[in-house]
């Protein structure tokens, strides 16, 4: 197997690009104190991301904003929804969703 050198360069290179933006925050913030305020906001970071990304993939059909029934995604959100609430179990989460969206696949 050859490796070209202009390949393997650029792999080093994207390997640092995504390691120093990852290594570089957490090392400058380790050594220093957080206040409360200032981690309780980094707390909701995650959920935010987690939120945008789900919530474009449950409004948005066809590159625009639908509330209607035909948005299949956005029905099936609503039982799955309610189980995450119910019952917080991520598997079951899933599983509600995935059985969910081939329900409403099937039948519409």
Do not use: C
């Amino acid at each position: 197997m050859e490796v070209r050198w202009s390949i393997f360069i650029i792999i080093i290179g994207m390997a640092l690009v995504t390691f120093i933006p990852r290594v570089l925050p957490l090392m400058v913030l380790s050594r220093f104190k957080l206040p409360e305020w200032g981690t309780r906001w980094l707390s909701f970071i995650p959920i935010s991301v987690m939120a945008a990304l789900v919530g474009q993939e449950i409004f948005m059909h066809d590159g625009k904003i639908d509330f209607s029934f035909s948005n299949l995604e956005m029905l099936a959100a609503i039982p799955t929804f309610l189980m995450a609430v119910k019952t917080r179990s991520l598997l079951g989460t899933v599983v509600t969703g995935i059985i969910s969206l081939m329900v409403l696949r099937y039948f519409m």
